[in-house]
């Protein structure tokens, strides 16, 4: 089955990836010209584990192509996918902006010849799909086709394996044939069982949402409790463990940490809040995770100044870790973006690496200083910040971290290490919710 994948953004280039290696033909169309000739010579825009081998492989195999075009992109395609960017509105109101989507619908419209599925990729509000549709019959009134939902529900760090082996695919639909061709496009998944739920499109576009949103809740949750734990003298490691053995609970999204980022969570909520005021409701669990998220890393900052003893002025801050997560570069609502700045502003030197995001966070933080290596990043530092626990973090020499720095203090924003083991070394430990926090003298 030819597909037509309308987005080589993360999600676009992922699906478009996966389901060539499904065996379909795939063609991903991006208006960005130096894109695409660099996806065209190899090379991927984004760090994804896998990603680049696997387009390699299915771009020799004739499965997957890159185009400008869309005429060439849509020609004989039964599936056409949008994959655009549906970020917060620039009016700052918490809106998703559905422009790109809405472009894209205008933009295929007039190519549809034969009868093709569109379906949107996009994590969109409740609705949007009724709006493609309308905008396609508005563009071409003879055409034959029908819009269907299918969000995605990939984790950055780990895309591959979440649409190759994914826990369910969440499909919505108003006609049996678009059903019968998007049955036929996830057939491969049928062989390993993979849950696959048939719905309307309005409730495959709010199961997205909703999704995205619980986990984020959890995740305040656990900040909330770590907080707490600081108060009361407690152990958040343990009690996330603890509560993670409960099967209704589940032990994922129970790590207390700086708050959550990237691309999905912080726009999610937002765009679900602002779902249910239009519809005159007040998602309150979902507010107050949004408000736990923004004061969790206020709270991170005054937990470093504490950890310094009271002031940062003047001091030098070795960051390890900038993305929002291990195992991607992405920047968009890291920890880093709100804690660092916040640092410099009040007088400290911020000397940061990450092993994938530096180009990425070079821009957007253009006030600190970069390493080459974690080692070089603490040399003369004052304290070290554990920001983001990528693999090579886990297992630091702190011996030699500790006769590099000038003082040792070691701030644990993901919980790492065990408090004791950095403490026999002669460090000032600090974590998030691991008993009471004690200023360095």
Request: hydrophobic share 40%.
């Amino acid at each position: 089955m030819k597909i037509a994948i309308i987005g080589t953004g993360y999600v676009g280039l992922v699906s478009g990836t996966c389901f060539s290696e499904f065996g379909h033909e795939v063609v991903c169309l991006d208006k960005d010209e130096k894109k695409i000739e660099a996806l065209r010579g190899g090379k991927i825009p984004i760090y994804e584990p896998g990603l680049e081998q696997m387009v390699k492989e299915n771009v020799e195999d004739k499965r997957l192509s890159f185009t400008t075009d869309i005429k060439t992109a849509m020609e004989g395609a039964q599936a056409v996918f949008i994959a655009v960017g549906t970020p917060t509105s620039r009016r700052g109101d918490g809106y998703a902006d559905l422009s790109y989507v809405y472009a894209v619908a205008k933009e295929i419209a007039p190519h549809i010849q034969n009868y093709t599925v569109v379906v949107d990729k996009s994590t969109v509000p409740v609705g949007t799909a009724d709006e493609v549709r309308r905008i396609i019959k508005e563009e071409n009134p003879q055409a034959d086709f029908d819009v269907a939902s299918n969000p995605e529900f990939l984790r950055e760090g780990a895309a591959i394996a979440d649409f190759m082996r994914p826990d369910r695919v969440v499909i919505g639909v108003q006609d049996e044939k678009a059903k019968e061709i998007l049955r036929k496009i996830y057939k491969p998944l049928y062989l390993i069982e993979t849950p696959i739920v048939f719905t309307d499109t309005r409730t495959a576009e709010l199961i997205k949402y909703a999704s995205n949103a619980f986990l984020a809740v959890k995740i305040s949750y656990i900040n909330d409790m770590a907080n707490l734990c600081e108060a009361t003298g407690a152990d958040v490691v343990t009690l996330a463990k603890a509560m993670g053995l409960d099967n209704r609970i589940g032990k994922k999204f129970l790590h207390a940490g700086p708050g959550y980022g990237g691309s999905c969570f912080p726009k999610d909520t937002l765009a679900l809040n602002k779902t249910a005021q239009e519809h005159g409701l007040s998602l309150r669990i979902v507010e107050a995770a949004v408000e736990i998220n923004s004061a969790q890393k206020a709270k991170m900052v005054k937990k470093i100044r504490q950890a310094l003893g009271g002031s940062e002025a003047g001091k030098t801050i070795a960051v390890l870790g900038l993305a929002f997560k291990p195992e991607t570069d992405d920047m968009r609502d890291a920890a880093a973006l709100a804690i660092l700045p916040a640092l410099v502003e009040k007088g400290a030197r911020v000397i940061a690496h990450d092993p994938q995001a530096m180009e990425a966070a070079k821009p957007m933080l253009p006030e600190i200083e970069f390493a080459t290596g974690p080692y070089e990043a603490v040399t003369d530092a004052d304290a070290v910040v554990l920001m983001t626990e990528w693999n090579e973090y886990r297992a630091l020499d702190l011996d030699r971290l500790g006769e590099l720095m000038k003082q040792k203090i070691f701030i644990d924003l993901r919980n790492v290490y065990e408090p004791e083991t950095v403490r026999e070394k002669g460090f000032a430990y600090v974590g998030v919710g691991r008993g009471k926090v004690v200023s360095s003298k």
